[in-house]
């Protein structure tokens, strides 16, 4: 089993819906959950960090975190061709001073098409 | 304010070689961390450095090593460059804690022939 997995993707939605985003990750003793967003070419770009159970909401976005089934996930409300993009979902599990090692999935690409 | 920098954007080396990357962490960040990201995969954790001293290590080669300075710059080097050492090697920095963000710079592109 893979340490963070996401939905496989390719994600494609209309302009306008709402793009959904999954991640399942193995170690019950991660502490802090990330969403990077990165287009192709360029490095991932930090969207969302959550680390409580329930909802994150920043503008478009929404992170949901469900520590008791292990399971991230974020929602893109109105979602623009501008998103298109691929999505990591990234966990923290160090504890201490050790707070660099993140663990992503594989990524899921995301395209919005008009 | 200034990103984390990284210095070269490109580099292409020859199997064998040694390559030394550069990361200039945001100001006020004490944290730093590299990461290797293949084509097509997440990127993978190499090493994290934290007030100059190593905190973290992923599963890569002895021929990878780092280093912090007291500036809290740092450097990446490879030793005895594969053709599966080809990849975006990215930094990050961040403030010391569960409840901040990491921050990467826009990568070093390694080609490896």
């Known amino acids: 089993q893979k340490e963070v997995e996401q939905n496989s993707g390719p994600l494609s939605v209309p302009e306008g819906a709402i793009a959904s985003l999954n991640c399942t990750y193995s170690?019950?003793?991660?502490?802090?959950f990330f969403w990077y967003r990165q287009y192709s070419g360029k490095s991932p770009e930090l969207i969302m960090f959550?680390?409580?159970?329930g909802d994150k909401e920043d503008g478009r976005f929404t992170a949901q975190l469900n520590k008791a089934s292990q399971y991230v996930s974020l929602l893109i409300r109105d979602s623009q061709p501008s998103d298109s993009a691929t999505y990591l979902c990234?966990?923290?599990?160090?504890?201490?001073?050790?707070?660099?090692?993140?663990?992503f999935g594989q990524g899921t690409i995301l395209t919005v098409h008009p | 304010d200034a990103g984390v920098t990284q210095s070269p954007t490109h580099l292409i080396k020859t199997r064998g070689q040694q390559v030394t990357l550069r990361c200039s962490p945001i100001?006020?960040?004490?944290?730093v961390s590299w990461y290797q990201q293949v084509l097509g995969q997440g990127p993978q954790f190499i090493f994290q450095?934290?007030?100059?001293?190593?905190?973290g290590r992923g599963n890569f080669p002895d021929r990878f090593s780092a280093r912090q300075f007291p500036n809290y710059s740092s450097e990446l080097n490879v030793n005895a460059l594969l053709l599966g050492d080809s990849a975006l090697y990215l930094c990050?920095?961040?403030?010391?804690?569960?409840?901040?963000?990491?921050?990467f710079g826009s990568g070093t592109r390694l080609t490896v022939v």
């Open positions: 100001s006020g960040h004490k944290s």
């Open positions: 450095y934290y007030e100059k001293e190593e905190r």
């Open positions: 959550i680390y409580s159970n």
């Open positions: 990234a966990v923290n599990n160090a504890g201490g001073t050790s707070y660099g090692k993140l663990t």
């Open positions: 170690d019950r003793g991660s502490q802090s």
């Open positions: 990050a920095s961040s403030l010391v804690g569960l409840n901040y963000g990491y921050t």
